[in-house]
């Protein structure tokens, strides 16, 4: 089983990339095999509703000069989605945004039916509005969502920063947990549920 997660930061080792790589982490040790993909510098198109990617058997969107199609490619041998990006102006990052819109209308028969989920990344305000708009899409391809223990929700401004929100990384752990329960579940109709850390909570205010 394998697990694509998605870098949708334009910076590869901020906070959101920390946010993914906790839940790689988990992942791994849970005998899940995982790949990130960064969504990079270069621009990302948004979708123009041209229907064009509906002619192509290959499911595949008629713009080639991006990762969507890339990313495509790679959900056909992989069992589930994470995607990660940071929050900027209450919204999630337009790169990522534009990425999930046009590689699940073009391809959607790679994604539908995959366990997915979501996280956002904010220096304080915003993220689960930008949660909500990232995870809703997943809800209109039959892709079950995984969830945690809150709202998957990191916080920092500096690189490497979220590492110190304790509560935000404990919440990824616990996502890639479930995430690897219903994978095992729905490839062998095996196993319990994770056993759940002690919670570790943390306020803005200490």
């Not at 990079?40 to 064009?52: H, K, M």
């Not at 969107?61 to 102006?89: H, Q, S």
């Not at 223990?149 to 110190?164: D, F, K, M, T, V």
């Amino acid at each position: 089983m394998k697990v694509l997660l998605i870098n949708g930061s334009p910076r590869k080792d901020g906070n959101t990339g920390t946010a993914l790589r906790e839940a790689a982490m988990q992942l791994e040790k849970n005998g899940i095999e995982t790949e990130t993909l960064w969504i990079g510098v270069r621009p990302v198109r948004g979708c123009i509703a041209c229907n064009s990617c509906k002619a192509n058997a290959d499911g595949r969107c008629v713009f080639d000069d991006d990762i969507t199609n890339r990313v495509i490619e790679k959900m056909e041998g992989c069992d589930a989605l994470i995607i990660g990006a940071p929050v900027y102006w209450g919204q999630p990052a337009a790169q990522a945004m534009a990425l999930q819109q046009r590689m699940l209308y073009a391809g959607g028969a790679a994604f539908r039916g995959k366990p997915a989920a979501v996280m956002t990344v904010c220096r304080r305000g915003g993220a689960s509005a930008a949660f909500q708009t990232l995870q809703m899409p997943f809800q209109m391809c039959s892709m079950p969502i995984v969830t945690s223990q809150y709202w998957n929700i990191a916080y920092g401004r500096e690189p490497g920063q979220s590492a110190l929100d304790v509560e935000g990384m404990q919440t990824m752990r616990k996502l890639a947990d479930n995430m690897s329960f219903m994978l095992r579940k729905f490839s062998t109709g095996e196993g319990e549920m994770p056993e759940a850390e002690p919670w570790t909570p943390m306020h803005f205010i200490r």
